[in-house]
Nanobody, 121 residues
Framework: QVQLVESGGGLVQAGGSLRLSCAAS????????MAWYRQAVGKQRELVAA???????NYRDSVKGRFTISRDNAKNTVYLQMNSLKPEDTAEYYC???????????????WGRGTLVTVSS
C-alpha cells in the first residue's frame, strides 16, 4: 500500500507565497509522474503542475511563472512553490503519483487527501 501525505496549505494574502509538500510512503518500487491538482468549491478538479521522474515539468497556463514544481527522489517527495498567489488560486490541493508497487510490480495511481489553500484579497 502506498500513501501520499500533503502539507503546507493555509491562509495567505494575495501576493503572498506558500510551499506545499507531498511525501510518499509504503511499498514503493519507483515513483513516476507526480503532480498537483486542485479543486475549488463548485468546480472540477484540474491539473496544476506535473513532473516526470527525470524532472520534466508542465504547468497549466494560469500558474506559469508563479508556481514551481520540484521533487526530491531520495525523499520520495514532491513540492509546489506558489508565489504571487491570487484569490482564484483558492482551492483544495491534491497530490497525485503514478507508482510502481514494490509487491506486485504493477503501476497504480495514488491520491493524497488534500491540503486547503485560501488566498484572501
Amino acid at each position: 500500500q502506498v500513501q501520499l501525505v500533503e502539507s503546507g496549505g493555509g491562509l495567505v494574502q494575495a501576493g503572498g507565497s506558500l510551499r506545499l509538500s507531498c511525501a510518499a510512503s509504503g511499498n514503493i518500487f519507483s515513483l513516476n509522474v507526480m503532480a498537483w491538482y486542485r479543486q475549488a468549491v463548485g468546480k472540477q478538479r484540474e491539473l496544476v503542475a506535473a513532473i516526470s521522474g527525470s524532472g520534466s515539468t508542465n504547468y497549466r497556463d494560469s500558474v506559469k511563472g508563479r508556481f514551481t514544481i520540484s521533487r526530491d527522489n531520495a525523499k520520495n517527495t514532491v513540492y509546489l512553490q506558489m508565489n504571487s498567489l491570487k484569490p482564484e488560486d483558492t482551492a483544495e490541493y491534491y497530490c497525485n503519483a503514478n507508482v510502481k508497487d514494490a509487491e506486485t510490480y504493477s503501476y497504480i495511481e495514488v491520491w493524497g487527501r488534500g491540503t486547503l489553500v485560501t488566498v484572501s484579497s
